[in-house]
């Protein structure tokens, strides 16, 4: 199984735990909200479940359009390479349309190093960083 198909498996069954076996002990996760990169595997895992928490109980169904009552985030285009993919993702948050791309980079391990989140337009990026700003305060 592929990185990025161990990583849809994680969104769909929401299960934050199996970061732990997805995630490089160096992984660095780029905010797009953040200016520093966030390094290690804790960090980024914090980050990830923060995301999913704002986006929705995550995105049970990523890649299809078969279950939006609890959120809909979805994957909208994939971009796969041998140890790198470009995941573009569409949802709405309060009324605002949220569009981004996850880049995720791998080892030989399947493991991820990298872990990038893009998002548009501004108003986007507004409300993710008071979602995001919210969520890991309330995970402390």
């Known amino acids: 199984m592929s990185a990025v198909e161990k990583w849809y498996e994680v969104m769909k069954s929401n299960d934050m735990d199996k970061l732990d076996e ?3 002990e160096d992984v660095v996760f780029y905010s ?3 200016y520093t990169p966030q390094k290690g595997k804790d960090i980024t ?3 990830l479940m923060a995301a ?3 986006f929705g109980e995550g995105t049970k169904d990523a890649m299809s ?3 939006k009552s609890q959120s809909n985030f ?3 285009k994939e971009i796969i390479g041998e140890k790198s993919a470009l995941l573009e993702f569409e949802t709405e948050m309060d009324g605002v ?3 981004g791309v996850d880049v995720i980079s791998w080892n030989e391990e399947g493991k991820i190093t990298e872990f990038k989140v893009i ?3 501004l108003q986007a990026v507004n409300m993710l960083h008071q979602k995001m700003q919210a969520m890991l305060e309330s995970m402390k």
């Open 52 to 54: 999913g928490g704002v």
């Open 22 to 24: 997805l995630l490089a």
């Open 45 to 47: 895992k914090m980050y």
């Open 97 to 99: 349309y949220v569009n």
């Open 32 to 34: 797009p909200v953040v």
């Open 65 to 67: 359009d078969s279950n």
């Open 74 to 76: 979805k994957y909208i």
């Open 119 to 121: 998002v548009r337009p």
